[in-house]
Structure formats: C-alpha cells, structure tokens
C-alpha cells in the first residue's frame, strides 16, 4: 500500500510562479524523501528530511515536516518550464530487514512559458 | 555517488515467456538494492529489496522472483510471464545508514503481449 499520498495530483503553473506539492503519511519515520521523475526516466533525489528536522533548503526548493501531523511539503520557486515533472514524496523506515521507501502516487507539475 | 545500470531500457515479451532484468551498481559496496514497479501514471511498488548477497526479501506476492549472485548485481527474474507483469521496472541502491538517499537506475519499460 502506499504510505505517503500527494496533493495535488497535478498542478499547472507558469514560470516564474511558485510551486507547492503536499505530502501525508501514515506511520512513523525516520526521514522524508522527494524524488523528481521525468517521464519515462528513473527518479532523481532531491532532497532528504530527517524526522527530527522541521524545514530544508536546497537551491530553490524548500521541505517543510511536520511529524505530529504527518505531513510535508515541497516548495519551488521561482519555476522554470524544465521543472516540469513528476515529483513523489518518500517514507524512509528502518525494518528489521533493511530500510525500505514507501512512494507516494505523486504530483504532475507542469510549468508552462 | 552511485551509478546503476539497467538493461534492456525497452522489452516486450510474449505472454508466458521467461524474463530477467539485471541491475548493476557502481560507486558503492554492500548496498541494499531494490526492485520497484512502477504503473503509468503511478507511484512506485516496492516489489524486492537486499541487504546483502543472497539475501532477498519480497513486499507482495507475484509472479517474479529477485537474486543477487553478487554484491552489486540484482537480477528480477520470471519463468513465466503474465499480462499484469507489464510496467516500469526500476532499479535502486543505496547505502546501510538509515539517513542515504537512494540512487535509481534509468529503468526498463517490459511489455507483456
């Protein structure tokens, strides 16, 4: 099952604009990740949150935690039509196996000119 | 950083034919290495992960089956193949620390006729 949900599921900005995506879990975790997908291609890391982190910065992204509602947020600014992808949101939780991400359904963005 | 390899990049296969995927991973050693599947339109299912050779652990019953002969290789493999098994197969690794990103491979687009 899929432990983090997105929302919006799509979002069409123009650029220049900022974009915002939403994230909710269930259980507890040990970090938060979002992931970029272009279509068609593997998924590169953005950015990693720990859960006792409340906000990350890198370049022109911002992630926000918050572990008493299970939620985050990733914002970008200042968009740019190259932004346009998938973006999924990722539970990081340490079983007795190993650590195991649990991906959300993801946000389409579209960045338009 | 991690680079992994995935081949073929495309497949398609008849309806009960045999498959097998390999994933190969530069840059590390000892990683944790999982198979994900991925829908159109979707989010990512965590189908196999390994926290070392041999070992391998399955999230959800299905018609495939995951080794890894050696450190850095992880084969996804079925002996028949079904209809269902068609999606976007991705490759993934990282590192033992709970706090490592994981690095994806390009993946391989398999569909059953």
């Known amino acids: 099952s899929q432990q983090g949900e997105e929302d919006p599921q799509a979002l069409s900005i123009q650029e220049g604009e900022n974009a915002t995506m939403n994230c909710s879990y269930k259980?507890?975790?040990?970090?938060l990740q979002w992931y970029r997908q272009n279509s068609g291609r593997g998924l590169v890391h953005l950015i990693l949150?720990?859960?006792?982190?409340r906000e990350k910065h890198s370049g022109r992204l911002r992630v926000t935690l918050d572990t008493s509602k299970k939620s985050s947020s990733l914002l970008i600014t200042a968009s740019r039509a190259a932004d346009t992808a998938s973006y999924f949101c990722?539970?990081?939780?340490?079983?007795?196996?190993?650590?195991?991400?649990?991906f959300g359904t993801g946000t389409q963005l579209k960045v338009e000119l | 950083s991690q680079t992994i390899h995935q081949w073929p990049a495309t497949l398609v296969q008849p309806v009960g034919s045999p498959l097998s995927l390999e994933c190969t991973v530069e840059?590390?050693?000892?990683?944790?290495l999982y198979w994900y599947r991925q829908a159109a339109g979707r989010g990512l299912q965590l189908l196999f992960y390994?926290?070392?050779?041999?070992?391998i652990s399955s999230e959800v019953p299905q018609n495939l089956s995951a080794s890894r002969p050696q450190d850095r290789q992880f084969i996804l493999s079925s002996k028949k193949l079904l209809l269902s098994d068609s999606g976007f197969y991705l490759c993934?690794?990282?590192?033992?620390?709970?706090?490592?990103?994981?690095?994806f491979g390009p993946g391989t687009r398999l569909t059953v006729l």
């Open positions: 990722a539970t990081d939780l340490f079983t007795g196996g190993g650590n195991k991400l649990t």
């Open positions: 390994s926290v070392g050779i041999g070992q």
């Open positions: 993934a690794s990282r590192g033992e620390s709970s706090y490592n990103e994981q690095f």
């Open positions: 840059g590390t050693s000892n990683p944790n």
């Open positions: 949150i720990r859960s006792n982190e």
């Open positions: 259980t507890s975790i040990n970090n």
